[in-house]
Nanobody, 122 residues
Framework: QEQLVESGGGSVQAGGSLRLSCTAS????????MGWFRQVPGKERERVSS????????VYVDSVKGRFTISRDNAKNTVYLQMDSLKPDDTAMYSC???????????????WGQGTQVTVSP
């Protein structure tokens, strides 16, 4: 059974850092684009970042550019999101997902994790 499990969330003060991890089981992430999404109650889910299966193309939402870094370790079947200079607006539930569009990362987000909460206080 395909599964994604996130870890690394928590509570930090503004300016702090967190590193999220997402480990897959039941499938190999090497064949998938991997992405991080976040959602705040009452708002639409937002794609924060994604990295294609080759690792050569990364995308970030404008609000996190220069602060967040996505990376993947296919041998460990894990994708990471390093979050630095955190702001209160980054507070959300962060989830990882795997897309079958391994190169373009556009749509077909077929596997999702349960999420890990990130809370940033002023």
């Amino acid at each position: 059974q395909e599964q994604l499990v996130e870890s690394g969330g928590g509570s930090v003060q503004a300016g702090g850092s967190l590193r999220l991890s997402c480990t897959a089981s039941g499938f190999h992430i090497a064949s998938y684009c991997m992405g991080w999404f976040r959602q705040v109650p009452g708002k639409e889910r937002e794609r924060v970042s994604s990295v294609n299966s080759y690792g050569g193309s990364t995308v970030y939402v404008d609000s996190v550019k220069g602060r967040f870094t996505i990376s993947r370790d296919n041998a460990k079947n894990t994708v990471y999101l390093q979050m630095d200079s955190l702001k209160p607006d980054d507070t959300a539930m962060y989830s990882c997902a795997a897309s079958g569009r391994s190169y373009s990362c556009e749509g077909d987000w077929r596997y999702w994790g349960q999420g890990t909460q990130v809370t940033v206080s002023p």
